[in-house]
């Protein structure tokens, strides 16, 4: 059966550090995979979104970045971070046939 | 490119009661269409989905949803809550040809002893 992971489960960081996210999907072989963050009181906001390995689309423009650099591991980042990066952070996968998509457990990140 | 409205951001109902959530949907192509639950700091959890066939969709927890085509919607239905059912659920919206699924801003069901 597939899984998707996520770490850490939570962060916290100072403004201007540096970030990174990791997400692994196992039992399943070249997913779409995305990033969603979860403003406290809010719904998901797609950040990003992977149909292969190198391949990154951007929904939102921000000081955030991507990467995918094996099939299966999808990295989220920043260089700098804001207090406005303060959030939950989900990742999820898909095949791409049925269009369901299955989510990992989340990051709580804040910026203080 | 698809939208979702989930028309209630929190629903309060006793336990035992029967509950609806509200959701409709825009897309000029056709749609499938989710509801996810999430638990305090967990990820999404499916609920259910509509796909094609049946317009009535059965899911988990005893809950269920009717796509509506003429109304664009489809909401959510349990005929007896529990205090267990007190989550944030979300609607989400795909269209047939993309892979851009679009979230509803959730609807926090609190049910109450």
């Known amino acids: 059966s597939q899984t998707i992971h996520q770490w850490p489960a939570t962060l916290v960081q100072p403004v201007g550090s540096p970030l990174s996210l990791e997400c692994t999907v196992e039992g399943t072989s070249n997913p779409n995979l995305y990033w969603y963050r979860q403003a406290a009181g809010r719904g998901l906001q797609l950040l990003f979104y992977s149909i292969g390995i190198g391949q990154i689309s951007s929904e939102v423009p921000q000081n955030l970045s991507a990467s995918r650099p094996q099939d299966r591991q999808f990295i989220l980042s920043s260089k700098k971070l804001l207090l406005s990066d303060s959030g939950f952070y989900l990742c999820a996968w898909s095949d791409g046939y049925s269009n369901e998509q299955f989510f990992g457990p989340g990051t709580r990140l804040t910026v203080l | 490119a698809q939208s979702v409205t989930q028309l209630d951001s929190q629903v309060p109902v006793f336990e035992e009661a029967p509950v609806e959530l509200r959701c409709n949907y825009s897309?000029?192509?056709?749609?499938?269409l989710f509801w996810y639950v999430q638990y305090p700091n967990q990820g999404l959890q499916l609920l259910l989905k509509y796909l094609s066939g049946s317009t009535l969709v059965k899911g988990i927890n005893g809950f269920e949803a009717e796509f509506n085509k003429s109304q664009t919607s489809f909401h959510l239905r349990k005929p007896s809550v529990h205090i267990s059912d007190t989550a944030e659920y979300f609607c989400a919206v795909i269209g047939w040809n993309n892979n851009d699924m679009r979230f509803g801003a959730g609807t926090r069901l609190t049910v109450k002893p």
């Open positions: 897309s000029s192509v056709s749609v499938y």
